[in-house]
T-cell receptor
């Protein structure tokens, strides 16, 4: 089955700097890659996703890149703000209705 | 609550007791999922259902049971066979495997 590895497990950045979180996956059939943000004590919320027919997707300060050959995808947050502090999860799934497999999460701290 | 409601928010279980966690959605989603979240472990899949009256085991189904008698409802029972049930339980729904999940606000279960 699919296995998703996520790095780093914790990340601290200064406000205004960029943050990058990387994930690798094992199943070459995977073709849907969402990212979720979970603030302390709250539910995970979808922030951006990418499908395998594109290599990059941007939404304001957030971007996701995908390298299908290397089987890895990354989340990029630019001009970080204190409200970006949260746990971020990557996930992957293949075609059909197979459930998402999640990485173990990255705790991002943005220091003002 | 974003269309998917979990109750109760906090639940305490005595040794040897079965407890049931409720999950209801009004998003008309076919697929529903139960994940368990432990610190540093990410989200691990317990059970999922793609259609009414059908469900499949996830990676950590032992000690849990589910039912899917209505499209809107997917309750999870934590049985006495689950030896380490203390965790944060998240229910989610989606239009299918290639779409993002909407999560409920979670139930925190503690064994006393």
């Amino acid at each position: 089955g699919e296995n998703v590895e996520q790095h780093p497990s914790t990340l601290s950045v200064q406000e205004g700097d960029s943050a990058v979180i990387k994930c690798t996956y094992s199943d070459s059939a995977s073709n849907y890659f969402p990212w979720y943000k979970q603030e302390l004590g709250k539910r995970p919320q979808l922030i951006i996703d990418i499908r395998s027919n594109v290599g990059e997707k941007k939404d304001q300060r957030i971007a996701v890149t995908l390298n299908k050959t290397a089987k890895h995808f990354s989340l990029h947050i630019t001009e970080t703000q204190p409200e970006d502090s949260a746990v971020y999860f990557c996930a992957a799934s293949s075609e059909g209705n197979t459930p998402l497999v999640f990485g173990k999460g990255t705790r991002l701290s943005v220091i003002a | 609550d974003g269309g998917i409601t979990q109750s109760p928010k906090y639940l305490f279980r005595k040794e040897g007791q079965n407890v049931t966690l409720s999950c209801e959605q009004n998003l008309n989603h076919d697929a529903m999922y139960w994940y368990r979240q432990d610190p540093g472990q990410g989200l691990r899949l317990i059970y999922y259902s793609q259609i009414v009256n059908d469900f499949q085991k996830g990676d950590i189904a032992e000690g849990y049971s589910v039912s899917r008698e209505k499209k809107e409802s997917f309750p999870l029972t934590v049985t006495s066979a689950q030896k380490n049930p203390t965790a944060f339980y998240l229910c989610a729904s989606s239009q299918g495997g290639q779409y993002g999940y909407t999560f409920g606000s979670g139930t925190r279960l503690t064994v006393v």
